[in-house]
């Protein structure tokens, strides 16, 4: 159960981490 939860932590970061890039991709296209 708790390396389920672990996992899914891991998971939830990377997705938080790739929406941040794309986040700042996309605002760095509008200032140019």
């Not at 390396?3 to 941040?20: A, K, W, Y």
């Amino acid at each position: 159960m708790k390396e389920g939860f672990e996992t899914r932590i891991s998971d939830l970061t990377v997705m938080l981490q790739e929406s941040q890039s794309l986040a700042s991709n996309i605002s760095e296209k509008r200032l140019k």
